[in-house]
């Protein structure tokens, strides 16, 4: 079991590298929102001790877990880990349903789902008693870690909360209970918040300040142009009308003068008419008289 072979180890370390190194311990777990965790444990060395000692972190680890068994046994991959100062393996361990957590780190760790939430919780026995350790041995030189990442906001944990994840970093010689609470839903799993009964939450994007003044230029520019199209519609309308001639001749141009009217003639022996008079009209102006013919008697006839 991976269980014995960890308390195997941690208890190696605690006796092998007494007041001159130090070995962490590490286990993670990252939950999925599908019920599933894939958990890792990480073996590693401290640099100051390998720098002491000329080791390799490979040899170092190969001598802690010589005849406790190969944790590279079950590891889906392994993966080369560097942090805070310590060289090491991380053991990735294929994804399971979260009731097997536990079994796979070998820590007895819990994992459930509540509504939405996961909850997790658990005993670390770090005891020299719990760690296996004989008498005489410190566990001093022993770091021990536990990481847990949630799919969603991690909501209370007696542990150190970094976004979504929690870490324990629990004092080594000591049992130390481990609680914590997350989301089970991814922050954009629409489907699931509405399976854990939490509300959907429109936001609406924000416009930002240059295209809304971008937008009202464009807006001022379109009504200037329309207006410019019809302003030059009305003056080709205005062009096409007739127009009158009122005022003063082309060059050139010869303006017809009127004809002056004429009197009608006056028959023989009328009097003449007054000045100013209007001219008869013409059914009662008289033929002239015809100069071959004798004059009449009266005059007229």
Request: one cysteine or more; aromatic letters at 6%.
């Amino acid at each position: 079991m991976l269980r014995s072979r960890l308390v195997a180890v941690a208890s190696l370390a605690v006796l092998t590298l007494t007041l001159s190194g130090c070995v962490r311990l590490g286990v993670e777990v990252e939950l999925k929102p599908d019920d599933t965790a894939v958990s890792s444990v990480v073996l590693a060395i401290e640099d100051r001790y390998l720098d002491q000692t000329g080791q390799s972190p490979d040899d170092v680890i190969d001598t802690l877990t010589e005849g406790q068994g190969d944790p590279a046994q079950d590891a889906a991959r392994t993966e080369d880990f560097q942090q805070d100062g310590y060289t090491g393996t991380r053991y990735v361990y294929p994804e399971e349903k979260i009731g097997g957590v536990g079994a796979r780190v070998g820590w007895p760790i819990k994992v459930v789902r509540k509504g939405g939430d996961y909850v997790v919780s658990g005993t670390l026995d770090l005891t020299e008693q719990g760690l296996g350790s004989r008498g005489g041995a410190s566990v001093d030189d022993l770091s021990v870690t536990v990481d847990i990442t949630f799919p969603g906001t991690v909501k209370d944990s007696n542990g150190t909360i970094d976004g979504n994840s929690v870490r324990w970093e629990p004092t080594v010689g000591e049992a130390v209970e481990i609680s914590a609470r997350g989301s089970a839903v991814a922050p954009m799993d629409g489907s699931a918040d509405e399976a854990a009964g939490a509300s959907e939450v429109v936001t609406l994007p924000v416009v930002p300040e240059w295209m809304v003044l971008a937008l009202g230029l464009s807006g001022l520019v379109i009504l200037l142009l329309i207006g410019v199209i019809v302003w030059q519609a009305m003056l080709r309308v205005r062009d096409r009308r007739p127009e009158v001639a009122t005022g003063p001749p082309f060059p050139g141009q010869q303006v017809p003068q009127p004809t002056p009217a004429r009197p009608a003639p006056q028959p023989y022996g009328a009097a003449k008419s007054p000045y100013g008079a209007a001219p008869p009209h013409p059914q009662e102006q008289a033929t002239p008289p015809d100069p071959s013919r004798p004059p009449s008697f009266p005059p007229g006839y």
